[in-house]
C-alpha cells in the first residue's frame, strides 16, 4: 500500500525551488509587468492634469530603464510575500518546502540588488536577509507546485485598512470604507494604486482576500461573481473623482484597478478588508 | 522636443544646497525644481536616533544648519554603479521629530505624502520648504546621484544615514514658507466627488 503511493508522486528538488524563487524576486523587481505598463499608458491617455502626465510617462519610463539596467523599479523591493499551492502529490526531495523557499528569498535579495526591508518590530534592527518570508501555503489537487512571489511594499501596505462592519451596513457601508480608506491614503501609497477589496469570511480570511485579488492581471475584473465585477467598475470611478491623481498631485488617475473578492461570512458579521498596491504592481509565478 | 516639453523645461527651477531662507522663501507649492548639491539620507530608525541625540544633548552625525534630509534608503549599489535604486518614503513617519530638526537648522526634506500641521507650521516659522518627489521611479531617481558615502548609523544597514551629492534631481515643493500646500491644492482643483 505504501510503495503504491510512493510510486506516484512526483519528486521536486529542494534545490530547484531555491532557484526558482530566487529567480522570481529578481525578476519580480526588476521588471514590471506587462499588465501593470497596460495599464499606465491607458492612464496617461485618460489623464488631463500636466503635472499627472508627467508622473506617468515618468513611472513608465522608469520601468523600462529599470528592466534595461537589471535594477529594482523601486528602492522598497518589500516584503517577500508567497502564495504556495503544493500538489498533494508531490514530494519535495532533498530539502523542505519552506526552507527551500526561505532560501531562494535570501539569495534574491543578496545577489539581486533589493533592498531587504524587514527588521525586528521593537528593535527596529534589519533582520539582515529580508527572511522571514510570509508565506501562503495550500494543498491542492495534482502533482505541481504553483508559486507566486509578491514583492511587497510597506508605504502601500500601511495606507491598507480591515474592518468588522455591521450586516446593516451593506453594500453602502462598504463603499463609504473603501473611498474613506483610500482618501486618507492620499498621496502616501504611491498612486495610481489598485485596490484589493477582500468581503466575508473573518477578520484574517477577508484580509487574505484583498490580498490574492491583487494578483490578479490588473483590471481583469471579477469573472465570477457580477455583483462584483459591477461594484469593482463603480468604486474605480468614485476613487477616480476623488481627485488625488498620480503621485497626490491632482488628476482623473488615482486608481488603475478595483479588484474584489468575496467569500461567505458570519451572520452576525460583515469583515471588509482593503489592501492597497502602489503602481509598482509586482508579481510573478512559476509552476515547477 | 515637442512644444510641451520645452515649456516644462522652461518651468524649471534649478536651486542648489545649502538651501538659504531667501531661496525657500522664492519656492511656492507646485514648483517645479532641479535640486543639485549635497543632501542626506534619513529614514525611520535614523530620525529616532536622531532625535533622541538632540534632546539628550549629544552632538547629532551630521551639521543639520541648512541642511536637506531625504526621506529615503537605497537598494545595494549593483556593481559599477554609484547607488542602487532610490526614492522617497512616506513622510508623516517622520512628522513627530520633523519639528525640532527644523528648529535646529534643517532647511529641506524630500520625501511623499502629506505632513501633520505641526511640520507645515513649522515649516512656515523658519522659512523651511518640503519636497515632494515621485515614488515608484527609483531607477530614474539613482541616475541623479553622482556620490554616496556613508555618514553615520552603518548598523541600521539600509536606513543608515548617506550622504548623497546629487545633480538636477527633479522635485515638486509641497510645502513652502507661506503656508502653500500643493495636494490640497490638487484636492480642490481635481476632486469631483460630491
Not at chain 1, 501555503?137 to 480591515?162: F, L, Y
Not at chain 1, 460583515?270 to 504592481?281: D, E, G, T
Request: aromatic share 4%; proline share 5%; glycine share 10%.
Amino acid at each position: 500500500m505504501e510503495k503504491k503511493t510512493s510510486a506516484t508522486l512526483r519528486r521536486v528538488s529542494a534545490k530547484n525551488i531555491t532557484q526558482a524563487v530566487k529567480k522570481l524576486f529578481i525578476d519580480a523587481n526588476t521588471k514590471l509587468g506587462k499588465d501593470v505598463l497596460t495599464a499606465l499608458r491607458a492612464g496617461l491617455k485618460k489623464e488631463e492634469s500636466p503635472l499627472g502626465r508627467q508622473v506617468l510617462t515618468r513611472i513608465i519610463e522608469n520601468a523600462s530603464f529599470a528592466s534595461k539596467a537589471q535594477m529594482p523599479v523601486c528602492q522598497d523591493t518589500g516584503l517577500a510575500v508567497l502564495f504556495i499551492e503544493a500538489g498533494q502529490d508531490v514530494r519535495v526531495t532533498g530539502g523542505d518546502l519552506r526552507t527551500a523557499i526561505e532560501e531562494g528569498v535570501k539569495l534574491a535579495y543578496r545577489d539581486g540588488c533589493l533592498r531587504k526591508s524587514l527588521c525586528d518590530p521593537l528593535t527596529r534592527m534589519n533582520t539582515g536577509d529580508n527572511t522571514p518570508a510570509i508565506m501562503h501555503m495550500d494543498i491542492v489537487s495534482g502533482s505541481q507546485i504553483r508559486i507566486i512571489a509578491m514583492p511587497k511594499g510597506g508605504g502601500s501596505e500601511n495606507m491598507s485598512r480591515a474592518a468588522m462592519l455591521t450586516p446593516a451596513a451593506g453594500l453602502a457601508g462598504i463603499r463609504d470604507f473603501v473611498l474613506e480608506t483610500v482618501e486618507k491614503a492620499g498621496a502616501n501609497p504611491c498612486p495610481p494604486i489598485i485596490v484589493g477589496l477582500g468581503i466575508g469570511g473573518s477578520l484574517e480570511t477577508a484580509c487574505l482576500l484583498a490580498k490574492k485579488a491583487l494578483l490578479r492581471p490588473v483590471g481583469r475584473k471579477n469573472k465570477k461573481d457580477r455583483r462584483l465585477a459591477k461594484m469593482e467598475a463603480q468604486l474605480l470611478e468614485d476613487i477616480n473623482a476623488l481627485g488625488i491623481g498620480p503621485a497626490g498631485m491632482g488628476g482623473r488617475v488615482t486608481a488603475l484597478a478595483v479588484h474584489a473578492e468575496m467569500m461567505p461570512c458570519h451572520i452576525a458579521s460583515l469583515p471588509v478588508a482593503v489592501n492597497i498596491q502602489c503602481h509598482a504592481a509586482r508579481h510573478a509565478e512559476v509552476v515547477l | 522636443m515637442n512644444e510641451q516639453a520645452v515649456k516644462e523645461k522652461e518651468n524649471l527651477i534649478r536651486i542648489e544646497t545649502p538651501l538659504t531662507d531667501d531661496v525657500c522663501a522664492s519656492l511656492g507649492a507646485g514648483d517645479m525644481v532641479l535640486l543639485s548639491g549635497e543632501i542626506y539620507t534619513a529614514r525611520d530608525a535614523a530620525h529616532r536616533r536622531m532625535y533622541d541625540a538632540l534632546t539628550s544633548g549629544h552632538a547629532l552625525p551630521f551639521d543639520l544648519k541648512r541642511a536637506t534630509i531625504f526621506y529615503a534608503a537605497p537598494a545595494p549599489t549593483p556593481v559599477g554603479r554609484v547607488i542602487g535604486s532610490i526614492g522617497p518614503t512616506t513622510s508623516y513617519r517622520m512628522d513627530a521629530f520633523t519639528p525640532a530638526l527644523i528648529e535646529h537648522g534643517l532647511k529641506g526634506m524630500i520625501g511623499k505624502g502629506n505632513r501633520s500641521p505641526e511640520v507645515i507650521e513649522t515649516i512656515k516659522q523658519y522659512k523651511a520648504v518640503y519636497f515632494g518627489a515621485i515614488g515608484g521611479i527609483a531607477a530614474l531617481t539613482a541616475r541623479t546621484v553622482k556620490r554616496m558615502e556613508l555618514v553615520a548609523y552603518r548598523e541600521l544597514g539600509p536606513e543608515a544615514i548617506r550622504k548623497l551629492t546629487v545633480a538636477d534631481m527633479p522635485l515638486v515643493v509641497v510645502n513652502d514658507t507661506r503656508g502653500g500646500d500643493l495636494y490640497a491644492r490638487a484636492q480642490r482643483e481635481w476632486r469631483i466627488l460630491a
